[in-house]
């Protein structure tokens, strides 16, 4: 036991070696030692030669001579928790309360997690375990929050009961929410360090609630499934967010006309553009893009139904800078424009066809020929077949291919690309999900 305590905990030097390798953090015996000078006089340390000096050291820890010992060991456990996912530290921290302070103090355990806040949850819970739970969140370093089915209501308590996300909180999500105009501006003003806003099925927030609260520092904007965001809440965001650098949007009555609201104003600092189920969208709001938004490096047209060849070759002729490129399902891109983006878009790294049902083997061919994609997605594409596919060997630098449900697609083929381009991760079918046994 002594000897696995000391691997775990650090104390011989392979373990030394291991808990360096992960991260762990330093126990304050390995700290510098604190010196104390005797001195006379007032003499300060530096002046006295040869005055013999006390080394104080830190007393040792407690020898850890059972299981239950080394399970509340919080050096044992600070490096036994990097062991798991931050999805899985949520269940740890239930373990017991030594587990979820130890958890509680590290944000670095929590990285990569969004915490959501079931709004309908929380009104049953006393006004104490709220505000118990806003800090915890502090605690762990969240900095974005998302709430579920929130109400005014619950917007408003954020705003009485959770004083410190005004410093802290930098991106929030209202999602699946009734919240209206007032509450949403209510959380805006109290969110003073807010940047990044994402609006999921709010249906009770309106084109006029965008123009009253929107706010000039924020840079990463999403609008999804709000039935009453159309083309004025285009024209709120070209001209309140001068800063914007992200922008998504998916509205299905969104018209070319809004694309007209983007300006000189955008053009340098709005980067990534995604606009999802758009489908009164035609080539002349691509006209409308290419003009003045010509630095974009993402650009997303899924689900555009009308955007045709003609749309793409304007895309391919004037946005060079492009390094990501969505055009799935959209049902009237042919072979054509997949001649033009391998003609003009040579800085393309990553390109997304699924669905784009007229695409043949010609297609395929003209993509072969880009060096520079590292990622291609081609699932459900009916009309691709062994013959086109192989010629996707030459892409050097592919590091992704996705081709799930191509049925031309033969067995033989996914073993000639897998030899061929070892180093790609190669998709052919969707992995079924195995049944949970509770």
């Known amino acids: 036991m002594e000897r696995v305590t000391n691997v775990l905990c650090g104390g011989s030097s392979g ?3 291991s808990a360096n390798s992960l991260g762990a953090p330093e126990k304050p015996s390995r700290m510098a030692s604190m010196k104390l000078t005797v001195s006379k006089g007032g003499a300060t340390p530096s002046s006295q030669t040869g005055t013999p000096q006390m080394t104080r050291k ?9 299981v239950e010992q080394l399970l509340v060991d919080e050096r044992f456990l600070s490096r036994f928790f990097l062991y798991f996912s931050p999805l899985e530290r949520c269940v740890l921290a239930q373990v017991c309360q030594r587990w979820r302070d130890i958890l509680y103090r590290s944000p670095r355990f929590w990285s990569g997690l969004l915490p959501v806040l079931q709004s309908r949850e929380l009104r049953q819970a006393s006004g104490q375990d709220r ?3 806003y800090n915890s969140l502090i605690r762990r370093g969240f900095h974005a929050i998302c709430l579920l089915g929130a109400t005014d209501e619950d917007a408003l308590d954020i705003v009485h009961s959770f004083p410190l996300a005004s410093k802290h909180i930098h991106s929030l999500s ?29 249906n009770e927030v309106t084109e006029a609630g965008l123009w009253a609260c929107l706010t000039p520092r924020i840079v990463s904007l999403s609008l999804a499934d709000c039935i009453n965001i159309a083309d ?4 709120a965001v070209a001209q309140l967010l001068p800063s914007l650098y992200e922008f998504s949007l998916q509205a299905y009555h969104v018209t070319d006309a809004a694309l007209g609201y983007f300006s000189p104003k955008q053009s340098h600092s709005l980067s ?13 709001g691509i006209v409308n893009i290419v003009h003045s938004l010509p630095h974009l490096t993402v650009l997303s047209l899924s689900g555009c139904s009308k955007v045709t060849d003609d749309g793409v070759e304007l895309i391919a002729e004037n946005l060079q800078k492009l390094r990501a490129l969505d ?3 959209c049902p009237r891109i042919t072979d054509s424009s997949l001649e033009y983006i391998a003609c003009d878009l040579n800085q393309l790294e990553e390109l997304t066809l699924d669905r784009c049902v007229h695409i043949t083997d010609i297609g395929v061919g003209y993509i072969s020929t880009m060096l520079s994609l590292s990622a291609l997605f081609l699932r459900w594409c009916s009309q691709v077949r062994d013959f086109g596919l192989q010629h996707l060997c030459s892409m050097r630098n592919l590091q992704e291919l996705e081709l799930t449900n191509c ?6 083929l996914f073993e000639y690309l897998r030899e061929h381009l070892p180093r790609c991760l190669i998709i052919e079918k969707l992995k079924s999900k195995s049944k949970i046994e509770f």
């Open 15 to 17: 373990g030394h070696a």
């Open 131 to 133: 505000v118990k739970l």
């Open 174 to 202: 209202l999602r699946c929410s009734s919240v209206s105009d007032r509450g949403l501006e209510a959380l805006l003003d109290h969110l003073q360090s807010l940047f990044e806003l994402e609006l999921a099925g709010c």
């Open 232 to 235: 004025e809440a285009v024209g």
């Open 58 to 66: 830190s007393p040792p820890a407690p020898p850890i001579l059972t």
């Open 407 to 412: 049925p031309g697609a033969s067995q033989e």
């Open 327 to 329: 055009l799935s399902w």
């Open 272 to 284: 990534i553009l995604r606009l999802q189920s758009c489908w009164e969208l035609t080539n002349h």
